[in-house]
Each structure stands twice: as structure tokens, then as C-alpha cells.
């Protein structure tokens, strides 16, 4: 999620030219998609790995939850007239958006995790911590904002939300500064936010990284649910996979890379369904096979081209005949942290 999910090869239509997608023949090797199939991209973004799907002669469902990214997309949606659908909504029900498109079953699904360069680039979206703007971080533009948690959030939780989503480890500190700083004045711009961390935390000589960076990047996983959309996104992809299909998953970030591997792991080997004291119990068949050994890195050249690739990691399964498991109650190593709703907010 860190990196940015838009970085490294050739530009793509429906942005600037900085708007590139990371490990993308890496991506496209997972997928395999072929004339006529069908594949969801449930990160639609600038429409990198669309184009390059479409380039394939494959067909694809688009989903993204940024307004914006369904506005600028429709310049590639009657590029490629009648092979390219896009879909407002989140990626967690990717498979109720591919039903509403007409397919019940899919050859492929791609999931790119990382934040979109645009969104970072544009300071009126509140996401950077080194450009002014409203400290408002919502993919979707609607419900609470990162100011809305910042400013309403107790202190105890917030201190578990920089801690743990941003993996700070000054986020005690962090949480009382932003405490005593919010009793005067509320928070409402991203650096009024970004200088009360760095003078907190201070910054380490001829380090690069802006000490903001974890408070931001945890900020922005709370406001959007991004590991809980994570964790229901692999559950949709896993319905709606035809046998053969391949699921490919490119994340950014260890929280969401290990929510990707666990679930690749338990899908992928046969599971017993109750403890080995209970031989009655059903045993679960694998859903998946690995279509990839352990992850796969970008080279030495995309990072040196695009540093905020440095941190991806490509993880793909292909589809087993067997039925979907019921992951309504599985988490895969998500945080347990209350909703803003929950708290009062």
C-alpha cells in the first residue's frame, strides 16, 4: 500500500505519464489472459494493467472505488468499445460487480494494492504529507475523514492505530501530541498534521524518509478499511474464479502482503475443518494451487526507474474445482480495531 501502485514501465492511458504499474509482464505471465476471456481488475486506478489485459484481446470488468478513477477511465472505456466495463464500487464484492456485468464465473483476477500515484499527487485529496491540503484521505470522497479521526478518536486508539496500521513505533508519542494539539485547534490540513509528527518525533539525519510516513500511511488504512477490504476481496475472487482461473495480488505493505500470503497458504493446502481429536470432521479441499513460488520482486531497473516500486510483491494462486470455503468469520492476520462508528465518532 505504501509504494504507490502506479510506478515503473510504459505510461498508460487515463493519466499522466507517471501513472506506470508495477511489475507489470510479471503480472501479465501470473494471469495469462487469452482472446476472449474474461478478467476483473479490481483496481482499475490510471488503467495499467487494464490496457495491458486488453492488449492481450481479453475482455475486462474494472472496479475502483475513487470517483475520479471512473471519470478519467472513460476515455479507455470507448477506446476499447464493448471489451472494457467499469465499475464504481470497492473490490471486496468484485464478484457481485462481475455478476452485475454479466459474469457469473471469470478467467482471472488482478489486485494491486498500493495507493494510486494520483491520489498522492493531488494535494486536495489529502493523502501527502509533503504538499497542503485537507487532511481527508477517503478513496470513496464520503463518509469519515482522516481529520474526522484525528480529531474525535480517543487517545488510546488512536495510539493503536499509528502503532499497529502504521507500525510506528513512536505511536504513544505521536498520539499525545496529537491529543494536546487538538484541545486548541482541530486538525484539518495535512501539514498542520505532518509538522506536529515531525516535531515530535523529530527527523533522523540524511534519512530520506519524511518521519510522517507510517502516521499518514495508518491514517489512510483506518479511513478506507483497506485491510478488511483485503481480506474480502480474496473471498470474492475465490467465488467467482472459474477452475483454472488465476488470481494475481500485488501488495506493498507487510500487513497486507501477509493477509495475502496466509490466505494463498490455507487455500492451497487440504484443511481439516475441526481438531485432530475429531477424525469425523470434514476435511477442506484445496481451493487453490500456486501459480508462483513464494513472491516475486521488481528488478534492480524498475526500482532505480521507480523507487516507490521498491516495496512490491506479487503473489498469484490459480483456481481448483473445488467449491469456495466460507470465509465469513476468517480475519488472515487483519488487525481487530474498532470501526469510527463503534468508537463514537
Do not use: W
Request: with cysteine.
Amino acid at each position: 500500500m505504501m509504494a504507490g501502485r502506479e510506478g515503473g514501465k510504459p505510461p498508460v492511458a487515463g493519466g499522466p505519464a507517471r501513472h506506470i504499474p508495477v511489475l507489470l509482464d510479471e503480472v501479465l505471465a501470473a494471469l495469462q489472459p487469452k482472446a476472449g476471456e474474461t478478467i476483473v481488475d479490481g483496481t482499475f486506478g490510471a488503467g495499467g494493467y487494464t490496457r495491458a489485459i486488453l492488449g492481450t484481446g481479453a475482455n475486462v470488468i474494472a472496479v475502483d472505488r475513487d470517483p475520479n478513477a471512473i471519470r478519467d477511465g472513460q476515455a479507455m472505456v470507448a477506446e476499447f468499445s464493448g471489451r472494457l466495463t467499469l465499475v464504481p464500487g470497492r473490490f471486496s464484492e468484485l464478484d457481485t460487480h462481475a455478476a452485475g456485468a454479466g459474469q457469473l464465473l471469470v478467467d482471472g483476477v488482478v489486485l494491486d494494492l498500493g495507493i494510486s500515484s494520483m491520489q498522492v499527487d493531488e494535494a486536495n485529496r489529502g493523502f501527502s504529507f509533503r504538499q497542503d491540503g485537507p487532511l481527508d484521505m477517503r478513496m470513496e470522497q464520503a463518509g469519515p475523514s482522516a481529520a474526522d479521526v484525528v480529531n474525535e478518536i480517543d487517545g488510546r486508539e488512536l495510539t493503536r492505530i499509528i502503532g499497529i496500521l502504521g507500525e510506528e513505533k513512536r505511536a504513544s508519542a505521536i498520539s499525545r501530541a496529537i491529543q494536546e494539539a487538538r484541545k486548541t485547534k482541530p486538525f484539518s490540513r495535512t501539514l498542520e498534521l505532518a509538522d506536529l509528527v515531525e516535531r515530535t518525533i523529530g527527523r533522523k539525519p540524511g534519512k530520506a524518509t519524511h518521519p510522517a510516513t507510517k502516521t499518514f500511511q495508518a491514517l489512510r488504512i483506518y479511513v478506507n478499511s483497506e485491510l478488511g477490504e483485503v481480506v474480502e476481496a480474496l473471498a470474492a475472487a475465490e467465488r467467482c474464479l472459474k477452475p483454472g482461473g488465476r488470481l494475481a495480488v500485488v501488495t506493498f505493505h507487510s500487513l497486507e502482503d501477509r493477509i495475502v500470503k496466509r490466505f494463498l497458504a490455507e487455500r492451497c493446502r487440504v484443511h481439516s475443518g475441526g481438531s485432530r481429536h475429531l477424525p469425523e470432521a470434514d476435511v477442506l479441499p484445496p481451493t487453490f494451487t500456486f501459480a508462483l513460488k513464494g513472491a516475486v520482486e521488481p528488478g534492480e531497473a524498475e526500482v532505480a526507474a521507480n523507487p516507490r516500486a521498491r516495496s512490491a510483491r506479487l503473489r498469484a494462486g490459480i483456481r481448483t474445482e473445488n467449491p469456495p470455503r466460507d470465509g465469513a468469520r476468517e480475519n488472515l492476520g487483519a488487525p481487530n480495531l474498532p470501526t469510527f462508528q463503534t468508537l463514537g465518532g
